[in-house]
Structure formats: structure tokens, C-alpha cells
């Protein structure tokens, strides 16, 4: 994987974060109210989920 990949996969995902705020920024805030009403620890497992799954994905692709 050369940096320019590096840099495209960075710039789908900005597009894609950018997707529902854009789309639905009441939507958005509800998500985030709902968020800071998790514990750490909930907030840390959602975390390392999202890293498992996008190994995972990388390691399909590659």
C-alpha cells in the first residue's frame, strides 16, 4: 500500500463522517446525547469492536 491509498482511504473516510450531518444533523446530535450517556467501559468495548472489525476488513483486502 503506497501513501496515496493511505490518503484516499483517509479522505472516504471524512466523506463518510461527514455523510450524517450533513444528511441529518438533529439525527446526529441524538447519536451524540445517546453517547455521552455511556459508561467507559461501554464506550471503550464500542471501541475495540470498530478496531476488530476494520482489521478484520484490511485483512480481507489485503
Known sequence: ???GTL???LALLLVIEG???LISPSGWRRMFEQILG???GQ???FGLCS???GLI???MLA
Do not use: H, V, Y
Open 43 to 45: 464506550i471503550r468495548f
Open 38 to 40: 455511556l459508561s467507559n
Open 19 to 21: 455523510l450524517l450531518p
Open 57 to 59: 476488513f484490511l485483512a
Open 51 to 53: 478496531i476488530a472489525i
Open 7 to 9: 490518503w484516499q482511504a
Open 1 to 3: 500500500m503506497d501513501s
